[in-house]
């Protein structure tokens, strides 16, 4: 059965870093899309980075220049490297994973992703 499954997580200092990873397995048709997205206390669900097979790699504006997303040649490990982190990163990061090609809008939205993993949460203080 298909499964994300998300490491790394844990507590940071305000301007350090950590490095989130995320493994797939079992997936039956190519994954065409993966990402992070993370849920703070208290707030949605938002998108984080993600990255298409055709090339296209989407941030959100919070994290541009501090967080780097990268997936192996395989399309089987996902990784996010988040550096100068900000108490504003706290929350539990999540892991998701998309079949589909979408055409126009954001790649930032979740509902173009159908597989999640469990989440790893972030803490930054």
């Known amino acids: 059965h298909v499964q994300l499954v998300e490491s790394g997580g844990g507590s940071a200092q305000v301007g350090g870093s950590l490095r989130l990873s995320c493994v797939a397995s079992g997936f039956r048709y190519s994954i065409y899309s993966m990402g992070w997205f993370r849920q703070a206390p208290g707030k949605e669900r938002e998108g984080v980075a993600v990255n298409t097979s055709d090339g296209m790699v989407t941030y959100a504006d919070s994290v541009k220049g501090r967080f780097t997303i990268s997936i192996d040649n395989a399309w089987k490990s996902l990784d996010l490297q988040m550096n100068s982190l900000k108490p504003e990163d706290t929350g539990m990061y999540y892991c998701?994973?998309?079949?589909?090609?979408?055409?126009?809008?954001?790649?930032?939205?979740?509902?173009?992703?159908?597989?999640w993993g469990q989440g790893t949460q972030v803490t930054v203080s």
């Open positions: 998701a994973a998309g079949v589909d090609r979408w055409y126009g809008g954001s790649w930032l939205n979740q509902a173009r992703f159908g597989y």
